[in-house]
């Protein structure tokens, strides 16, 4: 990015802020409405209009007033065939997981390039030795710390404005 001109640039960020908002807020909603489901079908079973409702409240959740409330898609949930898999619970939360991940484990980079560099690599040839929060510690990173993930969406936002700022 930093060698790439300026069109470059905003085209590059454009895509990947295309990808970061899909997750940050469009595969994140659709989490919220898995576990609500889950939550709920423990009572009873779910009628079309109760799992539009938990939809449309996920989306809002997410989208905050970033969406015009006639572009929520209650049948979201009608178009996914995961949902209706047996074999697979929490579909979306690997996508939402590995993107903040990564752009954590890149927060941490860009503090101290050499030395994440030591244990980037040990790190990558642990995964699925452990669960992620041990893993992680092995090598200093505390996921479940907020902060955390604040630096990871951190990354997304100083993106944001470097995109605003290149289109002005």
């Known amino acids: 990015l930093r060698k790439a001109g300026k069109q470059e640039q905003i085209m590059i960020l454009e895509a990947s802020l295309q990808g970061s908002c899909q997750v940050v807020v469009d595969i994140t909603s659709r989490f919220l409405f898995e576990q609500r489901v889950f939550e709920a079908r423990k009572q009873r079973e779910l009628s079309i209009d109760e799992l539009n409702t938990l939809m449309q409240e996920a989306q ?7 969406l015009d409330e006639s572009a929520l898609h209650p049948y979201m949930w009608a178009m996914k065939p995961h949902y209706y898999s047996t074999e697979v619970s929490f579909y979306n939360y ?3 997981f ?5 752009l954590g484990l890149y927060a941490q ?8 560099k030591q244990g980037y690599d ?22 479940r710390s907020a902060d955390f993930w ?3 969406l951190d990354i997304v936002r100083e993106d944001i404005e470097r995109f605003e700022e290149l289109t002005r």
């Open 98 to 102: 590995g993107l903040l991940f990564g």
């Open 122 to 143: 040990a790190l990558l040839s642990s995964t699925g030795l452990a669960d992620a929060a041990t893993l992680a510690a092995e090598f200093g990173i505390d996921i």
């Open 109 to 116: 980079y860009q503090q101290d390039p050499e030395k994440f």
């Open 60 to 66: 809002r959740e997410t989208y905050g007033d970033g």
């Open 94 to 96: 690997p996508y939402m």
């Open 150 to 152: 604040r630096a990871s």
